[in-house]
């Protein structure tokens, strides 16, 4: 048995960043600039001995009418449809910012399947942030470093029951 899990969340809180750690292959465009891809990208992830299909949210504004809100909330929906659960994901340096609450807001009303993540969590900068995540009502979150690789055992615990 396999599952999906998508990774959603506001630009540039690092989502293809584990995108990319999780599959393995440099699939997804990583960019400092919020928003330079704007798509679905679905890739085979490995996590110790679990395997499964992840999707990155992505996206970034071509020459389109739509806003960046709207194209963000339109292709999470569509993610979270095609997943079994859903990798919420904040930025710990950050905390939780009203956009990040829009999502919130998203998969509630979807009624999906969510581990909320904290990233960028490595070092101290990211605690204050990681609190700040319990207070989304959305399950314990977890403190999780893409770019170095923290946290993945935690993961891995988490989505252990689904595989
Ligand atoms: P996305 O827009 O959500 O897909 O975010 P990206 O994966 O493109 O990452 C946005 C920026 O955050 C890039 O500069 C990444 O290098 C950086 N980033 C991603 N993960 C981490 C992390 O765990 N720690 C830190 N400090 N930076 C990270
Ligand atoms: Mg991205």
Redesign the pocket.
């Known amino acids: 048995m396999s599952f999906t899990l998508a990774i959603v969340?506001r630009?540039?809180?690092?989502?293809?960043?584990?995108f990319n750690r999780l599959v393995g292959k440099r699939l997804?465009l990583?960019?400092?600039q919020?928003?330079v891809t704007r798509d679905l990208r679905e890739g085979d992830a490995r996590l110790g001995d679990l395997r499964f299909t992840v999707i990155?949210t992505?996206g970034l504004e071509e020459a389109t009418d739509e806003s960046l809100q709207g194209r963000m909330r339109r292709l999470t929906e569509r993610a979270v449809e095609m997943a079994d659960v859903c990798l919420f994901?904040i930025d710990a340096?950050a905390g939780v910012l009203a956009a990040d609450q829009v999502f919130a807001e998203i998969l509630r009303k979807k009624n999906a399947h969510v581990i909320v993540a904290a990233?960028?969590?490595?070092g101290k900068a990211g605690e204050a942030g990681v609190l700040e995540a319990y207070a989304l009502g959305l399950g314990e979150p977890l403190a999780?470093?893409?770019?170095?690789g923290e946290g993945f055992e935690d993961l891995y615990t988490t989505l252990l029951p689904l595989s």
């Open positions: 969340g630009p540039n809180v690092g989502k293809s960043t584990l997804a990583v960019d400092d919020p928003g990155d992505a994901m340096r990233n960028k969590a490595e999780i470093s893409s770019e170095h």
